[in-house]
Nanobody, 116 residues
């Protein structure tokens, strides 16, 4: 059974930091590129960051470049999103996603709220 389980969300003050984790199971994690998406209320889901299957390269949305870092540990079947210098506009439900060829898997999401 495929599972992607996000954790680490919560309430953080502007300028603060938060690390999200996504634990994967039920598929060959090291084959899959991993991504973080987010969806704010009333907005479309947007791609935040993607990392290749062995972590050789990563790409970021312009809105988070220089503030967020995606990483992965294939030995632990886990992908991370380190969020720094967060802003209120980073408030959203954050989802991790796995992609390999035409196969996509999604997690259930974790809420991140940036507020003082």
């Amino acid at each position: 059974q495929v599972q992607l389980v996000e954790s680490g969300g919560g309430l953080v003050q502007p300028g603060g930091s938060l690390r999200l984790s996504c634990a994967a199971s039920g598929f060959t994690f090291s084959w899959y590129a991993m991504s973080w998406y987010r969806q704010a209320p009333g907005k479309e889901r947007e791609l935040v960051a993607t990392i290749t299957n062995i972590g050789r390269s990563a790409n970021y949305a312009d809105s988070v470049k220089g503030r967020f870092t995606i990483s992965r540990d294939n030995a632990k079947n886990t992908v991370y999103l380190q969020m720094s210098s967060v802003k209120p506009e980073d408030t959203a439900v954050y989802y991790c996603s796995a992609r390999w060829r035409n196969t996509d898997y999604w997690g259930q999401g974790t809420q991140v709220t940036v507020s003082s």
